[in-house]
């Protein structure tokens, strides 16, 4: 079964949410903001919704969770490292300019010692990624690697942010070189991007 793959940006902070389908079947991926605006642009009255992954707990990544969940009555998924700052994501929000809270979601099940979830006939694959945060995941399937904020489109991610850890961040980055090239990289920020020879070297040069 063909997968789909949709991405519209939310938020002041334009983080990418992503719709990932096969046929009716979907999972939402890091829904930040603007609830209205992602129920209408992937129309998610016509998916029977698995639930909500996310990469890491960042504020700009968590906004619209809680009335997805409320609505959809499906599922949050997230690594417990990251629980805290979804606990304090409103706090962050006010300390980077927003003007607005959002409602912190509850988190339902750990991605901790998951291996994978499944969409249809097919398995989502999770690999622990920190260093953007403690808690950074990145969701692997078909070729299509999610990776949240451990890439940007032309540079690595921060580790100047609430959870940040170079060391960790660098390991996890070689982690991905080493085992997902070739892959479409869906970033959190940014537009997607085949992850060549070419692109390593540029992106080791930002660490």
């Keep these: 079964m063909d997968v789909t793959i949709k991405a519209i940006p939310v938020g002041n902070w334009k983080v990418n949410c992503y719709l990932v389908a096969i046929e009716d079947e979907a999972w939402l991926i890091d829904p930040g903001d603007e609830f209205d605006k992602i129920v209408n642009y992937f129309n998610l009255d016509i998916f029977k919704l698995k639930g909500i992954l996310n990469t890491h707990g960042h504020f700009d990544h968590v906004g ?9 009555k499906i599922p949050f998924l997230i690594h417990s490292d990251d629980e805290r700052l979804i606990n304090r994501s409103n706090l962050y929000r006010r300390m980077a300019g927003g003007l607005s809270t959002t409602k912190t979601p509850r988190v339902d099940k750990y991605l901790d ?14 690999h622990n990624t920190p260093g953007h945060t403690e808690g950074g995941v ?9 990776t949240g904020d451990l890439f940007f489109e032309s540079a690595v991610g921060r580790t100047d942010l609430p959870g940040g850890n170079k060391r960790l961040l660098i390991t996890s980055i070689n982690y991905v070189f080493d085992k997902f090239l070739g892959f479409r990289i869906h970033p959190g920020h940014g537009e997607s991007f085949i992850l060549n020879e070419n692109l390593i070297r540029k992106f080791k040069l930002t660490i």
């Design 113 to 126: 010692n998951l291996l994978y979830l499944d969409l249809k006939d097919k398995r989502i694959l999770i």
């Design 64 to 72: 619209a969770i809680q009335d997805i969940k409320e609505i959809y």
């Design 138 to 146: 990145c969701f692997e399937l078909d070729g299509n690697l999610f």
